[in-house]
Each structure stands twice: as C-alpha cells, then as structure tokens.
C-alpha cells in the first residue's frame, strides 16, 4: 500500500475532533481525504448520526494557501442553509489537522454524469440549472460568490424515492464578503470562468451567472464552448460568441425561449446577463421545457448512468 494511502487509512477507527468515530476511507484527493464517520455522541442511532468528515491531508498543513482555501471551504458552506446546497459544519481541529463535516449523499456528480450520458433530456437539463441557481441565490443573499460552478461542483443525490435532489458542492474558492483576499484574484477552472473573473476582476454574482450558463449550455450542447489550454481558453471566453448549441449537438431540439436564457447567461458584459440568480431561475421555469418534464425514469439519459455507490459522498476530497 503507498505511504500516503497507509497514512489516510490510519484514522480508521480513530475519533476525530472528539465527535467523529471514522468507519472507512471514502476518498483522497489533492487536497483531502474524506471519511465515512459516526457522531460519538449518538452511538444510539448510527444511521442517523452518520456524516461524512474532510480532514485535511498532512503534508499540506505547512501549505499557507491550500490551509486557506480549506478553511474557506468550510467557512463559506458552512454560512449557507438551502436544500440544494450541501450543508457543512463550521470548521474544527484535531490538534493541527483541520477538519469539517457534510451531510452524506449517495449518487453521481454532474460531471460523471455527462461522461456517460454525453447530454440531458432538456427538461431534466432546465430543472437542474433552476436548482443550482437557486443554491447560489441562497449563497449570494449569504455574501458568498461560489466562483468554480462546474459539473464536478453540482451534486445529483438519488433519494430513496426515487426523486434526483440537486447539490451545489465545494466552496474552496469562494468570495466572502466582509473578509479578505486569502487566495489569489484568479481561481476557478477555464472552461467556465466568465470573462471578466479570468481578469481578475473583483468577485461579483454576474460571474457565477455566466458559470451556470456554460455548465447549462455544456447539459444540453454536450460539451462546453470552449476547448483547449490555458489562457487561449479565457481569450475565447472574452471575445468570441459560444457556438451555436445545434452546431454541436445537431439533433438537439430545445425552445426559442430556453435558447435565449443560455445566450443571455453568456453574455461578455457582465452588465448584460441576469441581474441575479433568482431572474435566471425565474426565466428557466418560464421556459417550455420547465413544464415538460417527464419522470426520472422514462428519461433516456438517466438510463445510461451507473448505479449510485456508497464511494459518492458529496464532495471532492
């Protein structure tokens, strides 16, 4: 087993932060690994009390700026109560390991989910925006710009209802409003970053309103606009219009009116798009497709996506 895998499977058993009894391993990334854990104080009721825990790896914790974007993480989640947002608990610390933890999920995010279905039945596509961007009006009436909207960022929960309950995940690189800068000016991933977040521009709601649109346009399109390295990416972002939909996804059938959200969403100016992420949603649900949607199940691209497993947990380590 490699060191670092060895040194992650050491909690297990262990009780972080004098709460947190570690069952397993669920994951490890760049930045953390996240655990399957029971509440020490409700021995009782495990199933009830079971959370997941994001512990911060050791050999960052000398790392100013990955320590800063983990605690902003949980300082800015934590700040945020919404159903479409995954609920995280304030910030902790197990001697010098900071820890948080999250409610537990089970099913794919957005992104494994487009790997195999390619694109959504429109009106699915519709229903998942109108609930991120209701997510992100609850966070941006919290003072908290998300800034790194993306499909690995937004969560599909498989409830045992069978009902698709949408999340928004991962507040690393958020704006808070009130503190200062503790990461750099440009965060977030190219391929959905608004022009004017690439300058470098101070954080606004506009940016994460363009995130949303190329994260809907990609649902629909099948992939995103812009394709290729960084800065050329941003350089298109700033000054060229995304391509027609139907260009890339030729059977595409969508409303004039579901057409004009995305455009708007996209547009350069941030002056130009929604005003806020509750017009955005507001004009999704007037949209034809928000009226059409069929049941989860008679949908084909829900078809083709894998069982949920227990090794979703609702958060990028």
Not at 57 to 70: K, N, W
Not at 173 to 199: D, H, K, N, S
Not at 210 to 217: A, D, E
Not at 240 to 263: F, K
Request: one cysteine or more; hydrophobic letters at 45%.
């Amino acid at each position: 087993m490699p060191p670092a895998r060895a040194a992650a499977e050491a909690l297990v058993g262990k009780l972080l932060c004098n709460k947190y009894r570690v069952v397993q391993l669920l994951g490890s990334g760049g930045v953390g690994h996240v655990y399957l854990a029971d509440r020490a104080a409700r021995p009782h009721d495990a199933a009830a009390s079971r959370v997941a825990v994001k512990v911060l790896r050791a050999e960052l914790r000398d790392d100013p700026l990955l320590v800063a974007r983990f605690e902003r993480e949980a300082d800015a989640a934590s700040r945020v109560r919404h159903p479409n947002v995954l609920r995280v608990e304030a910030l902790e610390r197990d001697g010098d390991a900071p820890c948080f933890a999250m409610e537990l999920l089970l099913g794919l995010d957005l992104a494994d989910t487009l790997t195999f279905a390619r694109s959504l039945v429109p009106s699915r596509a519709v229903r998942i925006a109108a609930d991120v961007a209701a997510g992100l009006e609850a966070a941006h009436r919290a003072g908290v710009i998300h800034r790194d909207v993306k499909p690995e960022n937004v969560f599909l929960v498989h409830a045992a209802d069978g009902r698709e309950i949408v999340k928004l995940l991962d507040f690393g690189f958020a704006f808070i409003e009130g503190q200062g800068a503790l990461l750099p000016r440009v965060v977030g991933t190219p391929e959905y970053m608004a022009p004017e977040q690439a300058q470098g521009a101070p954080a606004a709601p506009a940016a994460d309103v363009y995130s949303l649109g190329i994260v809907l346009y990609e649902m629909l399109a099948g992939r995103v606009p812009f394709q290729g390295p960084y800065p050329a990416i941003a350089e298109q972002h700033g000054r060229e219009p995304a391509p027609p939909m139907h260009r890339l996804h030729p059977g595409l059938l969508i409303s004039r009116e579901l057409d004009a959200v995305v455009r708007r969403a996209l547009v350069k100016d941030p002056r130009g798009r929604f005003p806020s992420m509750a017009e955005l949603r507001q004009a999704l649900l007037a949209t034809p497709e928000a009226s059409a949607g069929a049941p989860l199940a008679a949908q084909g691209d829900a078809a083709a996506a894998p069982a949920p497993g227990i090794g979703h947990w609702g958060t990028k380590p």
